[in-house]
């Protein structure tokens, strides 16, 4: 169980209310997408979910517990970032184990998760390899490599595409469509870019000025969009 919930969440920083009052549910299993204007709170909210920044009122769940008040390192949450930040002195092998060896997980673990990420991520002729010697697909996959060992039952992802080319792009959204199959995990996905909300989705969230305008699969915020922002954020109703 790894449903997502947000109850009556508020961030400020200091006199700006980032976000009023937030309720959103993330299905167990799904693959949420957060779309909207740069500047409405999206990675806020992300960063809110993973705890690493507190919301200044209201509630966090992760499969029905209260975690609002727990660290971001046991929540069972996974983030990856549009910036890779790999170390670069390090091999993929490397970068991948990297978090585990902070945990000080067992060698016998830990070679069996690095292993299973390098195969789900097609990752296993470049395990000896630098950063330096990867494409940028190739890259972004081993910052996912470094999450997915860690087996997290929710992966946040903002923007992990936006340094892409477009051709990368697409290919990286049909493995990231592949990833949330096998892994069957939680998936919350923030980007700007709407093909990639259309495909990727199956629920999306529209957000406007840290509010949510409507929350619903991709077809169905196009076909039926209720305010004229979701309708000219998603496409050109009739
Ligand atoms: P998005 O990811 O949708 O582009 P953000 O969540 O990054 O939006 O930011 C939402 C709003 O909160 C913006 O106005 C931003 O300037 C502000 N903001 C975000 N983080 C901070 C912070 N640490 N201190 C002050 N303001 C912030
Ligand atoms: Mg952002």
């Given amino acids: ?4 919930q947000l109850k009556n969440v508020t961030k400020s920083f200091g006199a700006m209310k980032v976000i009023p009052d937030l309720n959103l549910t993330v299905p167990d299993g799904s693959f949420t997408v957060l779309v909207g204007p740069s500047g409405c709170g999206k990675s806020t909210l992300l960063r809110i979910i993973s705890g690493l920044e507190m919301p200044t009122g209201g509630n966090v769940l992760i499969g029905g517990q209260d975690v609002t008040l727990e660290e971001p390192s046991k929540r069972g949450i996974s983030m990856v970032f549009q910036s890779y930040a790999l170390y670069p002195h390090m091999t993929v092998a490397q970068n991948i184990d990297f978090g585990l ?3 000080k997980m067992p060698t016998a673990e830990r070679e069996t998760r690095v292993a299973e990420a390098a195969r ?8 000896d390899r630098k950063p330096g010697q990867l494409s940028g697909g190739q890259r ?5 490599g470094r999450s997915i060992v860690r087996h997290p039952k929710v992966f946040l992802f903002d923007e992990p595409l936006s340094n892409l080319d477009a051709a990368l ?3 990286m959204r049909v493995e990231l469509a ?8 939680t998936m919350i996905y923030v980007t700007h870019d709407q093909v990639e909300a259309m495909t990727l989705a199956d629920q999306i969230v529209v957000m406007n000025a840290g509010r949510i305008e409507q929350v619903g699969a991709p077809m169905e915020l196009y076909d039926r969009p209720q305010t004229e922002f979701v309708a000219g954020f998603i496409g050109s109703p009739k």
Avoid: C, G, K
């Fill in 1 to 4: 169980m790894s449903e997502v």
């Fill in 101 to 103: 060896r902070l945990a």
């Fill in 120 to 127: 789900i991520l097609a990752l296993e002729d470049y395990l």
């Fill in 140 to 144: 972004q996959r081993v910052a996912i």
């Fill in 169 to 171: 792009r697409t290919q």
């Fill in 178 to 185: 592949q990833l949330h199959q096998s892994l069957d995990a």
